[in-house]
Every structure is written in C-alpha cells, then in structure tokens.
C-alpha cells in the first residue's frame, strides 16, 4: 500500500469535490488563454467563492496594491476595510496565491519572489499557495521556502490534462483516483485563514 492508498476518498459530499465540478463550470465561461489558462482563471473565481462562503473578507479579483501587487492574486483583507479597486499593504491580512494544479519549479520561484518582496514591505503579512489538485507524486513541488504556507485542496493519483471537463472529475472520483490530504488540505486552510492556525 503507498502513500496515496492511505488517503480518504473523496466523496461527491465533499467541498473539494464540488470545487473541482464548479472549475468545470466556471472553465467555459472563460474567454482568453489557452486552456491551461483559464482553467487557472476558473480555480482562482472557485476558490474565491468557497472562501467567501466562510465569512472571510477579500477584494475582488481584479482588485490589486499598486506598490507590487502584480500576479492574480488574492487579498485576504483587514476588517473594516471598505471595498474598492486598489488596497495599500496596511490593509491586506493575507495574500493568496491559487492555481489549478502545483507549478513547475522554475514557476515557483517568482511567487517565493513575490512574496519576499511584499513582505519586505509589511512584515506582518501571511501568506499562502492554494493548490487545487495535485500527484502526491509530483516532480517538482511548490517552494516558497519559509515565506508561507502550500495547502493541496485534492490529491489526486495520476496526471490529468483535462481536469477542467466534468466528465474526467467524475471518472477519476468514482475510480478513487481523488482523495482527501491529511495535512494542509482544505480544513487546514480554512483554519489558518480564519484563525491564523
């Protein structure tokens, strides 16, 4: 039995599980980039409206902090802090950084990059990658050395190219070949967003 074996499947009552069906329907509605794109596009708007669901404050997706906020990022924001276009580092609490599936590592390092540089100019920022779906065996795994924290929402057990039609998230859970990871999945997440853990 491998590491993978070990996991609980994921199961369609799974919130994770409705994330990787919502991608596939988000997916469409898409207009530019290639597909690998979009499907970014797509888990970036999912993961934003999961979060939402959990009381959590954050700017809109085209939101940005003009000082060095270039990257399709997430801002997790401050109380009281009232929407609008653009935020100041003074009223960000956290900042996201969601793909569909882990980067290469060589795509890694401008996002260690990135968030080194916004630390340097507030030092009580968090921060996080928000991976959706990735192989407990993948080659190069993101690194973003000390700078914050990786979560995997959903492990899966082979490479996927077309994880954005419904048809292949639902072949590859009724075959078990989704599962639930046991640290710094989606619970862990929620946890470390809403009460710093």
């Given amino acids: 039995m491998n590491e993978f074996d070990e996991l609980d499947p994921l199961t369609e009552e799974n919130e994770e599980y409705q994330m990787l069906i919502d991608v596939t329907e988000e997916f469409p509605k898409q207009n530019v980039g290639s597909a690998m794109q979009k499907s970014g596009k797509a888990t970036i708007i999912v993961v934003r409206k999961h979060l939402l669901k959990e009381g959590l404050k954050i700017a809109e997706l085209d939101a940005r902090i003009p ?6 990022l997430l801002f997790i924001l401050k109380a009281g802090i009232p929407a609008k276009l653009d935020y100041s580092l003074d009223e960000v609490d956290k900042v996201l950084k969601v793909t569909n599936t882990a980067v290469t590592k060589a795509a890694s390092e401008p ?31 993101i690194n973003i050395g000390d700078t914050g924290k990786v979560f995997t929402l959903v492990a899966r057990k082979k490479r996927s190219y077309k994880l954005y039609l419904k048809e292949t998230v639902m072949e590859m859970q009724k075959d078990g070949g989704l599962r639930k990871p046991k640290e710094n999945g989606w619970d862990d997440l929620k946890e470390y967003l809403i009460r710093g853990k």
């Fill in 111 to 141: 996002i260690r990059s990135k968030f080194e540089e916004l630390r340097k100019l507030n030092r009580n920022l968090r921060f996080a990658v928000v991976v959706l779906s990735e192989r407990l065996s993948f080659e190069h795994p």
């Fill in 67 to 72: 000082e060095k906020g270039e990257m399709n």
